[in-house]
C-alpha cells in the first residue's frame, strides 16, 4: 500500500463547477500537508499548505485536512479553464525535509 | 519570492555523454536542495537531498555514482547525468528550501527535460 494515494483522474469539469481533489494517507505521524499544482511540463508550484487539522482558506481555493480519518481536500470554487493542471498533494512528518507525494489528479476546466 | 530556477530548460544528448542541470535559488539561501525525477503521467520521485557543503544522501535505487549531485553554495546545486542512456530520458525538477520563515516549505524550479537519443 503506498503512503498517499490519490486519484489520478482525469476529471473533467465545466468552467464554475466547485472542484473537489482528495488524497488519503496510511502514516498517521504527517503533520503538514500541502498542495501543488503542476501545469504541463513546469514544475510544481505549492498552492496551500495547512499543519494538522483544519481548513484554510484562499481565494477560490479551501484546503481541508481530517486527521482523524488521514485525508485531506483540495476545493476550489468557480473553477476556471486556467485551472486546468495537475493537482498533487504531499505531506511531510514534522521533522523531516523531505515530503511524500500523491500520484496527482489531472484536471480539466472546459469553457 | 520563494523563485528557483533550473537551466537547461531541455537537453537532447547522445548516449554515453554526460549531461549537467544546474539549480538555483534566486532569491532566498537554500540549505537543502532535491532532486527528483517525473515519468509522463507520474508523479515526483525523488531521488537525492542535498545540504550545502555535506555529500549528498541518496534515495535507494538511485546510483550515486551516475547521478552526481553538488550543493556547493547556497544558492546552486547541480545534477551531473554521466554517461546517459536512453533509459535516464525524463523530467527532472528540483526543489529548495530554506532555513527558516517563508522558505520552509520545498519550492520546485520549472525542470529539465532530457533526451538522451
Known amino acids: 500500500q503506498k503512503e498517499v494515494e490519490q486519484d489520478p483522474g482525469p476529471l473533467s469539469v465545466p468552467e464554475g463547477a466547485i472542484v473537489s481533489l482528495n488524497c488519503t494517507y496510511s502514516?498517521?505521524?504527517?503533520?503538514?500537508f500541502m498542495w501543488y499544482r503542476q501545469y504541463s511540463r513546469k514544475g510544481p508550484e505549492l498552492l496551500m499548505y495547512t499543519y494538522s487539522s483544519g481548513n484554510k482558506e484562499d481565494g477560490r481555493f479551501t484546503a481541508q485536512v481530517d486527521k482523524s480519518s488521514k485525508y485531506i481536500s483540495l476545493f476550489i470554487r468557480d473553477s476556471q479553464p486556467s485551472d486546468s493542471a495537475t493537482y498533487l498533494c504531499a505531506m511531510k512528518l514534522g521533522s523531516a525535509r523531505q515530503l511524500t507525494f500523491g500520484s496527482g489528479t489531472q484536471l480539466t476546466v472546459l469553457p | 519570492g520563494a523563485v528557483v530556477s533550473q537551466h537547461p530548460s531541455w537537453v537532447i544528448c547522445k548516449s554515453g555523454t554526460s549531461v549537467k542541470i544546474e539549480c538555483r535559488s534566486l532569491?532566498?539561501?537554500?540549505?537543502?536542495m532535491f532532486w527528483y525525477r517525473q515519468f509522463p503521467k507520474q508523479s515526483l520521485m525523488l531521488m537525492a537531498t542535498s545540504n550545502e557543503g555535506s555529500k549528498a544522501t541518496y534515495e535507494q535505487g538511485v546510483e550515486k555514482d551516475k547521478f552526481l549531485i553538488n550543493h556547493a553554495s547556497l544558492t546552486l546545486s547541480t545534477l551531473t547525468v554521466t554517461s546517459a542512456h536512453p533509459e535516464d530520458s525524463s523530467f527532472y525538477i528540483c526543489?529548495?528550501?530554506?532555513?527558516?520563515?517563508?522558505?520552509?516549505?520545498?519550492?520546485f524550479g520549472p525542470g529539465t527535460r532530457l533526451t538522451v537519443t
Open positions: 532569491d532566498f539561501q537554500a540549505t537543502t
Open positions: 526543489s529548495a528550501r530554506g532555513a527558516g520563515g517563508q522558505y520552509l516549505e520545498q519550492y
Open positions: 502514516n498517521s505521524a504527517f503533520q503538514y
